[in-house]
């Protein structure tokens, strides 16, 4: 009896032990916010401490956006203000009590100054390991009189490429469908959700918006000439051209990697099949063959293979297969209906909705078709899953009582936030790379 | 010179006034009446407008909206008569073409859920609509493609292609010219019920016609 007991703790040790060697294994990269038991990191930020008046008009402390900016990864927990028991004494020395912070539970811990620096003025950071008790980084950031945005979004991107290894999200955009009676446009906003804009203006009917991996060109499929044709517009002259206009369907698919062709899904051969279209040459090449619908392809991004929906076993599924069309193989069996496949920029796995208890999930697999997890439970219908370039977000299109909304969780279903929220409709989420890609 | 209009222009009120009086008013008279009140506008402006004149100007100012009025009238009913006339030719041409339309007697076929083959209820409805086609053999046939709100966007647009596709085949295995047929396929987003009901499905997942 003593024995039994004894072996079952064992076991329950044993995943804790694994974590733990995991934990030492990534040495220089703080958070593993990819380990299953990932919590978010508490982190403290203090307002930015300022010279005593007299020093003239001061720039606007970049700690509000810092916090709103790291918020927004939905992995970090920010303290509130409140909870600190270190008063910011303005020009106090620059001595940390490390316990006064970890006694209200910040792992982290951002303090600074604004400096004059020349004729404008610098916010020095550091960043502080609490319970090292140690400065993970030191930096100065210049500010300008204005709006103190620009200087918090690049503090927070350090933060997060210290503790993570990966900048994030910040200088993303995300394109998406407002579907209106009168008709639906593609529209695009930042990351969060400030700077909305009208990509297209027809009231026609719209779907796949899909940016190129460059952020030169935006492909996307409008009825505005009277029927379903492919558009390639060049983001930065706003040149636009039909690449497709075959007889019958003409969907746009996703980039290659190298933003060198495109996948399209094309009826003209009697049934929808996945052609590759090189842009420079209008090269086509067909890549499936099955008398069946084979639609929207997704490329990996290592260029190697393509997840596609097919309904050639009966019901709507996701496949994979190699970049030229050979070794097909079914990657999803539970539920009749599977669709939807966004690729991780990271690699790895398939995110898709899918049709569960008469409701659409967002699930993901890898490509083996294997550790399946579903990642959305609510009560509403969540659809059209697309990755965030750091392949640690997922955006999604949710509908529940006739409201409509675009999320983002986290890639394992965590921490899920409303970006917009309309009666219309806002579909068809397609988030941009880095801007610092393009 | 001033003086000898003047007078000309009394004179012609005056007589004008009596030809008002007598109640025989012409065209005619009027316009050179008008004529005279304009001289006689003129002339009075340029020496300071007596009393008298004042009354016979606006005697001559009630002729003339008389006459304005009477101008009126007939241009609107000139106008009325024209609407009438057009109306009338709308209407012909509406019931003529309700009547050819009803006449053509196309239905639409409908599916089952994610499914694009011909239904057995559907092959009847096809072999009619054959018909009509053959009948009008000048005439491109476009196929419509529909599907419930179920589902992504982009699979419906797909499936929506091949519920046509399906159609078009059947036509033209009844004798129909493929060349004649287009497809075209809208996906979830043209429904004609927009109810979230089985019953809204239903009628949703169909193939529709059109001849152009």
Redesign the interface.
């Given at each position: 009896m003593d024995k039994k007991y004894r072996l079952a703790t064992g076991l329950l040790l044993i995943p804790l032990w694994i974590f733990s060697t995991a934990g030492f294994a990534a040495a220089k990269v703080y958070i593993d916010i990819d380990a299953p038991g990932f919590q978010q990191f508490p982190i403290a930020i203090c307002d930015f401490q300022s010279p005593k008046a007299g020093a003239g008009a001061l720039p606007e402390d970049p700690a509000e956006s810092v916090r709103r900016y790291l918020d927004l990864t939905g992995i970090f927990r920010i303290l509130d203000k409140k909870s600190f028991l270190e008063g910011v004494e303005p020009g106090s020395p620059e001595v940390i009590r490390f316990s006064d912070w970890s006694v209200i539970g910040a792992d982290f811990l951002l303090r600074g100054h604004l400096k004059p620096a020349g004729a404008g003025w610098s916010a020095e950071s550091r960043l502080y390991d609490v319970t090292r008790g140690e400065v993970i980084f030191e930096k100065k950031y210049p500010l300008t009189a204005g709006s103190a945005q620009a200087p918090g979004l690049s503090i927070a991107s350090d933060i997060l490429l210290a503790l993570t290894g990966d900048e994030g999200d910040f200088r993303t955009q995300i394109a998406f469908v407002i579907k209106k009676k009168s008709g639906?446009d593609i529209f695009t906003m930042n990351y969060d959700a400030s700077d909305l804009k009208n990509m297209t203006n027809d009231h026609s009917?719209v779907?796949?918006p899909r940016w190129s991996p460059d952020s030169r060109y935006f492909a996307f499929?409008s009825y505005k000439n009277g029927?379903?044709m492919v558009f390639l517009r060049h983001l930065k002259t706003g040149k636009e051209k039909v690449i497709a206009s075959f007889?019958?369907?003409n969907?746009c698919g996703s980039f290659s990697p190298d933003g060198k062709k495109i996948l399209l899904?094309l009826?003209k051969d009697?049934?929808?099949e996945i052609y590759a279209l090189e842009i420079e040459t209008m090269h086509l090449k067909r890549l499936t063959n099955s008398y069946s619908?084979d639609?929207?392809p997704a490329w990996s991004p290592d260029g190697r293979k393509i997840a596609f929906?097919s309904?050639r076993s009966g019901?709507?599924q996701i496949f994979v297969m190699d970049a030229d069309g050979e070794n097909v193989k079914r990657i999803t069996f539970e539920g009749s209906?599977n669709?939807?496949p966004s690729w991780s920029p990271r690699g790895g796995r398939i995110a898709y909705?899918g049709?569960i208890n008469r409701k659409?999930q967002i699930f993901s697999v890898d490509e083996e078709g294997n550790n399946l997890i579903q990642l959305t439970f609510d009560d509403a219908d969540n659809?059209?899953p697309s990755w965030s370039p750091s392949g640690r977000q997922i955006v999604f299109h949710s509908r529940q009582s006739g409201k409509s909304r675009l999320c983002i969780m986290n890639a394992n279903g965590m921490n899920l936030r409303v970006l917009k929220e309309s009666r219309d409709f806002l579909?068809?989420p397609s988030w941009s790379p880095r801007s610092g890609e393009r | 010179m001033k003086k000898h209009f003047t007078a000309i222009g009394l004179l012609l009120i005056l007589v004008f006034s009596l030809t008002i009086f007598s109640g025989c008013a012409e065209k005619k008279a009027v316009v050179k009446d008008e004529t005279a009140i304009q001289e006689q506008k003129v002339a009075a402006a340029q020496q300071g407008a007596p009393a008298a004149v004042t009354t016979d100007d606006e005697a001559a100012q009630k002729a003339k909206e008389a006459a304005d009025r009477e101008a009126a009238l007939k241009e609107q009913a000139a106008k009325e008569e024209a609407a009438k006339k057009a109306a009338a030719a709308r209407a012909a041409w509406a019931k003529k073409n309700a009547e050819a339309l009803l006449d053509l007697n196309l239905q639409n076929v409908y599916f089952d859920y994610?499914k694009s083959s011909i239904r057995p209820d559907a092959r009847e409805i096809l072999k009619a609509n054959a018909e009509i086609f053959t009948k009008n053999s000048s005439a491109k046939i476009v196929v419509e493609g529909h599907c419930d709100e179920r589902?992504?966007?982009?699979?419906n647009?797909?499936?929506g292609?091949?519920r046509a596709?399906e159609v078009k085949q059947y036509l033209v295995n009844l004798g129909i010219d493929a060349s004649r047929i287009?497809?075209?396929?809208?996906?979830k987003?043209r429904p004609l019920d927009n109810r979230s009901i089985e019953e809204a499905w239903a009628l949703n997942r169909r193939a529709q016609f059109l001849l152009k």
């Open positions: 639906s009917i779907a796949a499929t029927r379903p007889p019958g369907l969907l899904t009826s009697g049934n929808e619908i639609v929207s929906v309904n019901s709507p209906y669709t939807s909705e049709l659409y659809e059209y579909v068809m | 994610d589902g992504t966007a982009e699979y647009m797909a499936l292609e091949r596709q287009e497809t075209i396929s809208y996906g987003e």
